[in-house]
């Protein structure tokens, strides 16, 4: 802008120098030319004088100028001025200005005591203030006198209420604030003594002796057993027996057991209608620690991965039951049967509230959490407990051959008044289930049986990769599966006949070994290798002189070791060790009633732990019996575990 502005100035300045030479030439040509104007009057005037003086007559004549030479330069004025008008127009568009305020002198005003100070000066002199009573005004209000009321308090508190008043007069705001912190800290001791209570048995358990036996234990018939304890037969679970259960896998001593409806129901007493789960501490089976109720009949029940905190069953009618262990009893409704008061806890979500299209629509045969349970994670789920016992999957699966995967959530804020929209969900609850996705089996291609609906009978997950699924089902074929992926190889395991027949039960090695066993409803149990579709090894039940199979399970003690149960109660103990052709032994459990169930503890590793490797055998009359498994089948011998996987690769 300043080079612009300077530009400007010289040329403004070289046009009024040009302009100032031109207009002084002009004045030059017009003096000359007034000159000789005025000589040439001269000689006219003295020509006169002298025609005059000769007394001639003579002829006037009058002359025109046109001066072209003022007008050309007029004209050349002009021009210029109209460029220069133009060219000031056109930098007026270019050219922006801008307004700019200041002050150039700005004194503000003095009073008179600062000028008097100035003129007087600053040194050897000291301001001194004197404080008149004028400004003293007595005002007269009218508003009521302020109360107040001393108060103390200490921290850390002494007492539970920790705070008072000052002049120790107690009022009834104080006295029911002190109620009220008083119950709160009796509840927050009862929550410390329960988790303070399960760590101390834990830690218990895990410093009892091996070696040392339970004086309490009675002596077993059963070769495999050195002696059982049995749960309490309560008045509530008259007419009951065990169909289901399953030990917690960190915690061998936990135990959960789903209740089959009584024989007789009675009219007068509701609870014979409910459904029935117990909780159970194998150490103290005089009395379950919970005893869990629903309206449906269980078929199928398990905790939760990492801590007993969840119990979830599976129903007839196709629902999936979740109960809170953590809730207070103050929630849940005590009942009195045979003059014991009994604490019923109904379950804190219902998958038979949610939508019809998100539920089973047949009885639940199979409910597992999506966890490891090898024997390399047994020491992991302890370490990565974060005591919560969520953050896992649920997997179930149901008669009619569809699989459900459930995300198990907390909520932060539960409502005690209950949610509007889950319905499913009980005032108070923390815990519920989300579907995340679902799949439809279907028979493999080589069936035979085309148009025949499926049907599921057991459900389980590879504990080595929990991608892999697989199912039994009643065409004799075992399907096999992945969570995530397209297909799985084999697609399927096969009986080797082509006879339909139910696959009953599962149970793959625990040790990690890529192996499972099965039985089936034609009397045979069968040993597959993962990778192979057929059999590796079958036994017939008909050498034994028996014709149906109960289960097969795999010992959690001896990788060779597998036990199976017939419908006359006769438990048959293979050894692969010492022979695959025949039963190393063969025990009667029972000479009065049918063993309708029977299952092992789950975690591995617990002879080292401080615990034996147990068995619960289920009557039919409602007895449920936990064996201690003997020190022959519950010892490895030297590399049983490096044997078994030789054994299957010589098929």
Not at 359 to 365: L, Q
Request: contains cysteine.
């Amino acid at each position: 802008m300043n080079d612009l502005l300077s530009a400007l100035d010289k040329e403004n300045e070289r046009l009024l120098q040009e302009s100032r030479a031109t207009s002084g030439r002009q004045r030059g040509r017009y003096e000359n030319q007034r000159d000789d104007d005025s000589y040439r009057r001269d000689d006219k005037y003295n020509n006169r004088n002298d025609e005059s003086d000769d007394d001639q007559p003579k002829v006037s004549r009058s002359k025109t100028l046109i001066n072209f030479m003022g007008a050309k330069k007029r004209a050349m004025v002009s021009h210029a001025g109209s460029l220069i008008g133009k060219r000031a127009q056109d930098l007026l568009q270019m050219i922006e200005l801008d307004t700019a305020e200041y002050d150039l002198f700005d004194m503000p005003p003095v009073k008179e005591y600062d000028l008097y100070i100035r003129s007087f000066g600053r040194s050897d002199t000291t301001q001194a203030y004197v404080q008149t009573n004028d400004d003293d005004i007595d005002r007269e209000v009218q508003t009521d006198e302020i109360d107040v009321r001393q108060k103390w308090t200490q921290h850390p508190a002494e007492d539970y209420i920790g705070c008072g008043r000052g002049d120790g007069v107690k009022d009834i705001e104080d006295e029911e604030q002190s109620q009220v912190n008083k119950n709160l800290d009796l509840s927050r001791l009862s929550k410390f003594v329960q988790k303070a209570g399960q760590v101390i048995s834990i830690l218990l358990d895990e410093e009892k002796d091996v070696t040392k036996t339970d004086m309490n234990e009675n002596k077993s018939n059963v070769g495999v057993s050195e002696g059982y304890t049995k749960l309490a037969q309560l008045p509530i679970l008259k007419g009951r027996c065990v169909l289901f259960s399953q030990f917690a896998p960190s915690q061998p001593n936990m135990l959960i057991t789903a209740y089959s409806k009584p024989a007789q129901e009675d009219e007068g007493n509701s609870i014979t209608k409910k459904g029935i789960v117990c909780v159970w501490n194998t150490d103290d089976p005089s009395y379950p620690q919970r005893i869990l109720a629903c309206e449906s009949q269980p078929t199928c029940c398990c905790f939760s991965p990492n801590r007993t905190t969840l119990a979830f069953a599976g129903m007839v009618d196709g629902s999936i039951c979740v109960w809170d262990l953590r809730e207070q009893s103050s929630m849940h409704r005590s009942v009195s049967y045979d003059n014991r008061e009994h604490i019923l806890r109904y379950p804190t979500f219902n998958t038979a509230g949610v939508m019809d299209v998100d539920n089973h629509h047949s009885p639940v045969t199979t409910l597992n959490p999506v966890s490891n349970y090898s024997i390399n994670s047994a020491d992991s789920g302890r370490n990565e407990d974060t005591g919560t016992g969520l953050s896992f999957q649920l997997i179930s699966c149901e008669e009619q051959g569809v699989l459900n995967f459930w995300v198990v959530a907390e909520i932060t804020s539960p409502d005690m008044a209950g949610s509007e929209t889950d319905l499913g969900l009980s005032p108070g609850g923390k815990v519920k289930l989300i579907k995340s996705s679902a799949i439809t089996l279907q028979h493999p291609p080589r069936y035979k049986r085309v148009g025949v609906s499926l049907r599921a009978t057991e459900l389980q997950l590879a504990p080595t990769d929990l991608n892999h699924y697989y199912v039994g089902t009643d065409s004799g074929y075992i399907l096999h599966g992945l969570r995530f992926g397209t297909r799985a190889f084999p697609s399927s395991y096969s009986t080797g006949c082509d006879a339909p027949m139910d696959i009953t039960t599962i149970d793959f090695s625990p040790f990690g070994h890529p192996c499972f066993l099965a039985s089936s409803s034609d009397g045979f149990v069968h040993l597959y290798n993962v990778k192979t579709e057929t059999p590796v090894m079958s036994w017939s039940s008909k050498i034994w002189n028996t014709e149906e199979l109960q289960c097969v399970r795999w010992s959690r003690s001896r990788p060779c070791v597998f036990y199976v149960l017939d419908n006359n109660a006769r438990l048959y103990t293979f050894d692969i060790l010492e022979g695959d052709a025949m039963p190393v032994k063969i025990d009667t459990l029972s000479s009065q009633d049918r063993v309708v169930h029977l299952q092992f503890t789950s975690d591995t590793k617990s002879s080292t732990q401080g615990r034996l490797p147990q068995m619960l055998v289920s009557h039919e009359s409602g007895q449920t019996e936990i064996h201690t498994v003997a020190k022959q089948y519950r010892d490895q011998q030297t590399l049983e575990c490096d044997f078994l996987p030789s054994y299957l690769n010589r098929f």
